[in-house]
């Protein structure tokens, strides 16, 4: 058997392994990028309540960080109803559940 013909044999027995384990881990990776992003887009709520709420302090002569401190939890509220609305209106499938049964699935058809 000459280097190719080993060549072609591992890659056909190796190869369906690799795909096999290729797809879970690009739709983790989709999963996680989806999570980060709504997790940024929270922050940026809660940063913006924070901004607003110590602006709102200043401009009235308050303490800003009795205000800050109150604006940026309803800040991440705000950015929680956004992204669970979003989650409503345009529902997507990112849930790493999904991808273990459709590998147990995918699995039991290879047998």
């Known amino acids: 058997m000459d280097e190719e013909q080993a060549e072609a044999a591992a890659h056909a027995i190796l190869g369906p392994g690799r795909q096999a384990q290729e797809e879970p881990r690009h739709k983790k990776v989709k999963v996680m990028t989806h999570a980060r992003r709504e997790q940024r887009?929270?922050?940026g709520f809660g940063l913006l309540g924070l901004v607003v709420a110590a602006a709102m302090a200043f401009f009235m002569h308050?303490?800003?960080l009795a205000f800050g401190g109150i604006g940026a939890p309803m800040?991440?509220?705000v950015g929680r109803l956004i992204v669970s609305w979003?989650?409503?209106v345009s529902p997507r499938n990112y849930s790493?559940?999904?991808t273990q049964t459709e590998r147990a699935?995918?699995?039991v058809e290879n047998l």
């Open 41 to 43: 887009l929270v922050g």
């Open 62 to 64: 308050k303490n800003a």
């Open 75 to 77: 800040g991440v509220v």
């Open 86 to 88: 979003s989650r409503l």
């Open 96 to 98: 790493i559940k999904r």
């Open 105 to 107: 699935t995918q699995a």
